[in-house]
């Protein structure tokens, strides 16, 4: 089953304009992480968040999140064309200490126009 | 490339065949996943190893999947009298697990399968 969703489910902006991404999920978790996926390929991880912190930056990204909404957010700012892709939030909410696997979202598709 | 390699990329098969795609993981990753994605979806787990051990299965995993991973190096993923509802990308991933840190997860390319 899917824990995370993703808001919105699409999202068109022009090249570089900020990009912002919602997810939502339902259960206490390790870690939260987001991925890029390009289409037809496989998934690249982008940044990794844990349970105790609430902000972490990556270049360009900002990835911000809240256990007591049970929501991240990221951010990607100035984009480019090349930033066209589907983004997913992944949770850890395995036993701590077991990490076993990650439960996706079902993805933002971000166009970004020239 | 040191990154996660998976074979072959793309498989169509007849419905009924078996089929077998083999997972290359990060050297030194202790563990080693796959997951299903449909289109449209996010990725689901299926299975993970730690070293050689399967540890978790879900129940996406039916009787007509195995997984294995021998030696705790590479894995393999074989569907047995494949369906259509099998098509899919089939996605291995692996990590280096250690308690206490995070658990980046790194994904391959995937392997597409169409059953026809």
């Known amino acids: 089953s899917q824990q995370g969703e993703e808001d919105p489910q699409a999202l068109s902006i022009q090249e570089g304009e900020n990009a912002t991404m919602n997810c939502s999920y339902k259960?206490?978790?390790?870690?939260l992480q987001w991925y890029r996926q390009n289409s037809g390929r496989g998934l690249v991880h982008l940044i990794l968040?844990?349970?105790?912190?609430r902000e972490k930056h990556s270049g360009r990204l900002r990835v911000t999140l809240d256990t007591s909404k049970k929501s991240s957010s990221l951010l990607i700012t100035a984009s480019r064309a090349a930033d066209t892709a589907s983004y997913f939030c992944a949770t850890d909410a395995s036993s701590a200490g077991t990490a076993s696997k990650l439960t996706f979202g079902t993805g933002t598709r971000l166009q970004v126009t020239l | 490339d040191t990154g996660v390699s998976q074979d072959p990329r793309h498989k169509i098969t007849k419905r009924g065949q078996n089929v077998t795609f083999r997972c290359d993981p990060i050297?030194?990753?202790?563990?080693l996943y796959w997951y299903r994605q449909t289109l449209g979806q996010g990725p689901e787990f299926l299975t993970y190893f730690q070293n050689e051990a399967q540890l978790e299965k879900s129940r996406l995993l039916s009787d007509r999947f195995s997984a294995e991973r021998p030696k705790g190096s590479f894995s393999t993923l074989e569907i047995q009298r494949t369906e259509q509802g099998d098509s899919a990308m089939y996605l291995c991933a692996s990590s280096l697990w250690r308690r206490d840190s995070g658990n980046t997860i790194y994904f391959g390319e995937g392997s597409w399968l169409t059953v026809v």
């Open positions: 968040i844990r349970s105790n912190e």
């Open positions: 050297s030194e990753h202790n563990r």
């Open positions: 259960t206490s978790i390790n870690n």
